[in-house]
């Protein structure tokens, strides 16, 4: 798998947070908890390294605005590919601000960026939109969800913090019961998690 020197450092505040060390391995549980630390007046950046380490405008530090990786982590882009990757929760109210900066961005990235979408996955709520989000991909719904659960959560103030309620939500985008379970419950589902669970903890994030 190709290595970059690149690390999108999706909200320099720290908002949404999750465990306190998630890239040691020797920690038996997750953190069962999600605090907001969000701190005022940063507004969210999006932020890389240039192949040689050097910021790619002045604007930017390491240390105060981004992170470099040490050591450098597999990607799974191809090796001409530089790959820039969200890590988010459907609940936490900055990633829901930055989504629709994150969708115009998108528009306009050069080619040679490859960019993933990753859930957080650290304390069971996280897991069950994790789950929904890797079920609406399954399906073939994620481009077309993937903004209705930020405003199913944020402006009609519906957690979807059952399978229940879940399951309601994607019969409203014709989804039945039976497709919803099959592919919630579904082994490629679980992978998914668990490889997110892995990113989480090699790239140490510890918040969203």
Known sequence: MP??????????LGACGGPSDPAD???PA?????AVTAEQGIEPQLVATDPAGSPTTGRFEMGEH????SPTQPTSSNPDQVEVCEVFWYGCPHCNELDPLLEQWQEQK???VNFLRVPAVWNPTLQ?????FYTAEALGKGAEMHTEFFREIHERRNALDTEPKLQE????F?????????AFDSFAVQAKLQRADELSRRYRIDGV
């Open 3 to 12: 290595k970059q020197t690149w690390l999108l450092a999706l909200l320099a």
């Open 25 to 27: 391995e020797s920690d």
């Open 30 to 34: 997750l953190d069962p908890q999600s």
């Open 66 to 69: 981004y992170l470099r990786l």
């Open 110 to 112: 050069p080619d040679y």
């Open 128 to 132: 069950l939109h994790a789950r929904a």
């Open 169 to 172: 939500f994607f019969g409203r």
């Open 174 to 182: 014709g989804v039945d019961a039976a497709a919803f379970k099959s």
